[in-house]
């Protein structure tokens, strides 16, 4: 699933002109922000579907195009493993990336621009607030939601997550149906399969 838009996809989706994009955009009732020394524009996914709400445009021709992915960061192979098989059964166009450890979850970001990453707000390695602050300040980033997790016996850690940046916290052990509630509401996406 695509997180961030140029003119010319929102021209598409919308079935008009980017010229009338641009207007849209210049007026302000389209909002989104201008790549650094150019005039090109970007529209975050969530900014695009507030918009098309606001203006009875159907979302349908949104959700067409690429799977969205989600990145699972924990170091727990056993958790990976259940998101991952959970993630598959219930959403037919989400793909799932894992990563055990910070930097590679860096890497992954830079280079799949995920719509949602997945976090176990335990990790022992980092201060996940401050990771979750820096995923936030990542401009392909800025339309991706973030879901933290955490044993029941730790609240504070989600608490932490939530005040950094997180979207939403669950508690481990993983139960299946918050998780899939979870990522449909936060990709805003219907669950496909079961």
């Keep these: 699933m695509q997180t961030v838009f140029t003119t ?3 021209a598409k989706i919308c079935s008009v002109t980017v010229v009338t994009v641009n207007k849209w ?7 989104g922000y201008k790549m650094p020394g150019s005039r090109s524009r970007r529209i975050p996914r969530d900014e695009l579907i507030e918009f098309m709400q606001k203006y009875g445009l ?14 699972v960061v924990d170091t727990d192979k056993k958790a990976r493993k259940v998101i991952r098989e959970v993630v598959g059964k219930y959403f037919d166009d989400l793909a799932v990336e894992d990563c055990e450890d910070v930097l590679s979850a860096c890497i992954a970001i830079g280079a799949k621009a995920p719509s949602l990453v997945i976090i176990d707000a335990t990790m022992q390695e980092t ?4 990771l979750i602050k820096k995923i ?5 980033m800025s339309s991706a939601k973030i879901l933290a997790l955490a044993g029941r016996t730790n609240k504070k850690s989600l608490a932490d997550a939530a005040d950094a940046g997180a979207d939403e916290g669950i508690e481990k052990p993983l139960n299946e149906d918050k ?8 990709l805003r996406i219907p669950v496909t399969t079961a």
């Design 8 to 10: 010319g996809d929102v």
């Design 25 to 31: 955009f210049d007026s302000g009732k389209l909002t």
């Design 58 to 71: 159907p979302i349908e021709k949104l959700n067409m195009g690429g799977a969205g992915t989600v990145l």
């Design 127 to 130: 201060d996940c607030a401050r």
């Design 136 to 140: 936030k300040t990542v401009p392909s």
């Design 179 to 186: 998780l899939v509630r979870a990522i449909s509401k936060l």
